[in-house]
């Protein structure tokens, strides 16, 4: 389900999924596909880990390249699940074709 608060979502970005909801900053980001894919892409990581460890899971690895890249952007960036929801927004049929844990494959990738 997709909403729209300013309030919901943290200042420097545009969009916050938190299962099962996707919180837009802005309601012309409901228009956008490729914006859409990568929450949507977000929805199905959550989903494969049960949602919870997800969450941990996120947070433990954002902390991990914080420490690595020292800078908040980078270490955002660099997180598995970012990696493949921004390698993968825009192809709009990725999620039909996914495979199972994909973001495994961006856990040691570090190129942004």
């Known amino acids: 389900m997709i909403l729209v608060s300013k309030y919901l979502v943290p200042k420097g970005y545009l969009g ?3 299962f099962p909801f996707v919180f837009l900053k802005k309601k012309t980001l409901k228009q956008d596909a ?7 892409i977000h929805l199905k990581q959550q989903l494969e ?3 919870i460890p997800f969450y941990f899971w996120y947070v433990l690895e954002f902390v991990f390249r914080l420490i ?5 952007h980078l ?5 598995s699940f970012e990696l493949e929801a921004y390698r993968q927004e825009k ?3 990725y999620l039909k074709n996914r495979p ?11 190129d942004f």
């Open 68 to 72: 690595q890249y020292k800078k908040w």
């Open 75 to 79: 270490a955002y960036r660099n997180i």
């Open 91 to 93: 192809n709009l049929e």
């Open 34 to 40: 490729v914006f859409i894919n990568h929450e949507r």
């Open 49 to 51: 880990l049960l949602v």
């Open 100 to 110: 199972f844990w994909a973001f495994l494959k961006y856990l040691r990738r570090h």
């Open 16 to 18: 916050l999924t938190f």
